[in-house]
């Protein structure tokens, strides 16, 4: 059973940073294409970005380009999320998901992300 925890959410004011983790137990992540999701409410899960089973390929959607990073550390079976930048736009709760290519098999439960003005 594979199972992907977050961490790593809070409260931050806009402008600041945090660091969202994902880590994943069950089977190794490098067998797996690993994204990064959040939903707002009442507004519909969109992609935040995805990076390749050996980091050599990151995708960002528009919106968070050059605010985002994304990295994986195979070797501690865990997936980062780092944003920069923040906006009280972004508030979200952001999964973390896995697949083995164009559709995501593994979801996290997400974790909270809140950005005040």
């Known amino acids: 059973q594979v199972q992907l925890v977050e961490s790593g959410g809070g409260s931050v004011q806009a402008g600041g940073s945090l660091t969202l983790s994902c880590a994943v137990s069950g089977r190794a992540i490098s067998v797996y294409i690993m994204g990064w999701f959040r939903q707002a409410p009442g507004k519909e899960r969109e992609f935040v970005g995805s990076i390749t089973y050996s980091s050599s390929s990151t995708t960002y959607a528009d919106s968070v380009k050059g605010r985002f990073t994304i990295s994986r550390d195979n070797a501690k079976n865990t997936v980062y999320l780092q944003m920069h930048s923040l906006k009280p736009e972004n508030t979200s709760v952001y999964y973390c998901?896995?697949?083995?290519?164009?559709?995501?098999?593994?979801w996290g439960q997400g974790t909270q992300v809140t950005v005040s003005s």
């Open positions: 998901a896995a697949g083995p290519g164009i559709e995501y098999n593994f």
